[in-house]
């Protein structure tokens, strides 16, 4: 599809999983290596080891136990106290209290092993030092994080990942091509959705005349007589 004017309001951009730096972890990944679950019954008789602080980890932890779908869990975290709700912490205290949680913490997941698959991980513990243990996933849920993704590879004019503009119309270095919102960058730049729309607003104006270079665009408010609608 051709199109004169291509007006780039991406947001944030694309989010993308927190990956941990642990050697050879993308090999393993879709081989039993995961940073999100989609089905829980994927998980149904399975070895889990779920790495992370936050809520997801927590809540998916006490999930895959409570639903009785993972025949182990072990849960890891790098410090004792955790960054998710209060009811979710205690539940998951009270889980691995009554022994069915493996709950890990002073502790991250440092390696990965497996013939094809992953069949174990290696635990560093800040006492204990290296644990390996078999498992048949690894989940680390660290959150996400935003990238430009496929935009970065337009050939755009890129500052602290963002798409760098001229305030005059909000247009980027590619004739024709412009960014408002949270994805462009200018001097002064405030992500408020009141910046936004007067950047999407200058933006239009500058691609109606790339449009129709010989006609006249007139303003029209609500508060004036004719305004089709009102």
Not at 30 to 55: A, C, M, N, T
Not at 206 to 228: D, Q, W
Request: hydrophobic share 40%; aromatic share 8%; charged share 25%.
């Amino acid at each position: 599809h051709k199109a004169p004017i291509v007006m780039i309001a991406g947001g944030l951009g694309v989010f993308e999983p927190r990956k941990p730096p642990i050697p050879e972890l993308e090999k393993f990944e879709d081989k039993g290596v995961e940073y999100i679950i989609r089905d829980p019954e994927f998980y149904k008789g399975k070895r889990v080891v779920v790495s992370g602080g936050g809520d997801s980890a927590l809540d998916w932890s006490i999930y895959l136990v409570e639903k009785n779908i993972a025949s182990e869990l072990t849960l890891v975290h790098r410090r004792t106290s955790f960054r998710g709700h209060l009811d979710s912490v205690q539940k998951v205290m009270d889980m691995a209290a009554a022994g069915k949680i493996n709950l890990i913490t002073d502790a991250e997941v440092t390696g990965i092993s497996g013939n094809g698959k992953v069949e174990a991980v290696t635990i560093n513990h800040a006492t204990m030092g290296n644990i390996e243990k078999p498992t048949d996933h690894f989940v680390p849920l660290f959150g996400l994080t935003p990238s430009l993704g496929p935009i970065a590879n337009w050939g755009l004019e890129i500052e602290k990942n963002a798409v760098k503009v001229d305030t005059f119309d909000y247009s980027t270095n590619r004739k024709g091509v412009y960014a408002i919102g949270d994805i462009n960058t200018y001097p002064g730049k405030l992500k408020l959705i009141l910046c936004g729309f007067h950047e999407g607003t200058l933006a239009v104006q500058s691609a109606f005349a790339r449009i129709h270079p010989n006609k006249k665009n007139v303003l029209k408010y609500t508060t004036v007589n004719g305004v089709t609608g009102f």
